[in-house]
């Protein structure tokens, strides 16, 4: 990992952001668990009450834009670091604790715990693994596929004018998508490229293209939670527990707050990495953070009919979030009060935003794709033009290739889902 990942989160590789999300996350696709039968939400933007389990109408609510906006906001988060070498987007504001694309992975993580403990819920395990691997690795293989054999040729021939030694030795392309086929970033460089950008000078000259991927491990990590959750029947007949591991991870949280004597700053670094086989090193505070995170989606998921919607409760919650990212205590205080408002959001949002995503997701090709692009463009040069050049460029191009990555491998991978080895006449398998 690069040398500036114990002074912020792993996100700009691994300074970090996903996911993320977004996930980041559930970053999208399955859709079929989303029909649960509930009253039409009333019209308009009245005061609105009522519980989670009454408002929640199928796939009309809001959370294909809010996925689609948290993975815009990633990509916004990154544009300062790596088009200028900047602080993170927000760092400041946020009295250090987090930034707009952390927070975005954050968001990403609850709307995962709610999505994935249903569709966990509603299919075997074997199914819901099938469904898991299919919204993931497609677009993640393809994602490294073309970030080693396209994006790195062009930057090894702009950069050094020839591709002599690009496909050699340990830290050439076809051990970068070795690494890092299973989910998790053992190799973040590819032959020491891009390390003249400014994000590669602000790490000390490591070779970073596509740091958004690190929250993919701890994403799959939750989905194999959520599977063994259901596989012990926990979410069928003990569901009590998963608000009980909620309130345990959060508990350390409250003490990494409390042994680092205040509530400002990055979480206090009281815990170590492990290194599970294929994956590479994994931050066990990272897996503690986003876990909560993802626990608390599930825990309302499971209570949604004592979870309320409640237009008073989320105005309070959305003043204790602001003021603890202004003032401090975000992780305490914080976590909880996003993860209300980013349900509430999905069942308030207005009419035309509850489309958005319903068809075409392209949150998860943002969310991949948006680091190599603007890691491309800095070493291109197109920072030159300014902030807001650079970062409309990297916006419009990521989302051209987020579009080409849903409908010709993300989409086509998911037609997949309800695929079952065709029977013969005798019920041996066809072979």
């Known amino acids: 990992m690069p040398a500036t990942a114990d002074r912020r989160p792993p996100h700009h590789a691994p300074d970090t952001e996903t996911h993320t999300e977004t996930h980041t996350e559930t970053h999208a696709g399955d859709h079929t668990d989303h029909h649960t039968p509930a009253a039409a939400p009333p019209r308009g933007h009245r005061l609105a009450h009522g519980s989670l389990a009454g408002r ?36 400041s504001l946020f009295r250090s604790q987090t930034n ?20 966990a819920a509603h299919t075997s395990v074997g199914r819901f693994a099938w469904h898991r691997a299919l919204r993931i690795l497609p677009g993640l293989w393809v994602c490294l596929l073309v970030t080693a054999f396209v994006a790195a040729p062009v930057v090894a021939l702009h950069q050094r004018g020839t591709l002599a030694g690009f496909w050699d030795g340990p830290k050439g392309p076809l051990q970068y998508v070795a690494g890092n086929w299973f ?73 990494d707050q409390i042994r680092g004597w205040t509530l400002e700053g990055p979480p206090a670094q009281h815990y170590g990495s492990i290194v ?28 949604r009919d004592r979870v309320p919607i409640h237009d008073g409760l989320a105005a309070g919650c959305l003043v204790i979030l602001a003021a603890s990212l202004l003032l401090g205590g975000f992780f305490v205080a914080g976590f909880p009060t996003l993860a209300y408002l980013l349900v509430w959001a999905a069942v308030r949002a207005p009419r035309r935003l509850r489309r958005v995503g319903a068809v075409n997701d392209y949150s998860y090709g943002i969310y991949i794709y948006g680091f190599v692009v603007q890691q491309l463009l800095a070493t291109f040069g197109a920072n030159r033009w300014g902030y807001l050049p650079y970062t409309a460029l990297s916006l419009t191009i990521t989302a051209a290739v987020a579009y080409a990555s849903w409908h010709l491998v993300e989409r086509r991978a998911l037609t997949l889902k309800h695929w079952r080895r065709r029977q013969s006449c005798s019920g041996a398998p066809v072979r």
């Open 276 to 303: 599970p086989p294929l994956v590479g090193s994994v931050s066990v505070q990272w897996l503690i953070y986003l876990g909560a995170l993802f626990l608390t989606g599930a825990t309302i998921e499971l209570y």
């Open 100 to 119: 707009v694309g952390t927070l975005a992975v954050f968001g990403f993580f609850v709307l995962s715990g709610l999505l994935i403990t249903r569709s």
């Open 183 to 255: 989910t998790g970033v053992r190799q973040y460089g590819i032959q020491d490229l891009l390390a003249d950008t400014p994000w590669g000078r602000e790490i000390g000259g490591n070779s970073v293209f596509d740091g958004a991927l690190w929250s993919l491990v701890y994403e799959s990590t939750c989905y194999a939670v959520v599977a063994v959750l259901a596989v012990t029947a926990v979410l069928r007949r003990a569901r009590w527990l998963v608000p009980v591991f909620a309130a345990g991870l959060y508990g350390c949280i409250v003490a």
């Open 56 to 91: 929640w109408d199928g796939r009309d609510n809001g959370i294909g834009a809010i996925r689609l906006g948290l993975a815009v906001a990633v990509v916004l988060a990154h544009a300062t670091s790596l088009g200028f070498g900047w602080e993170d987007l927000g760092r």
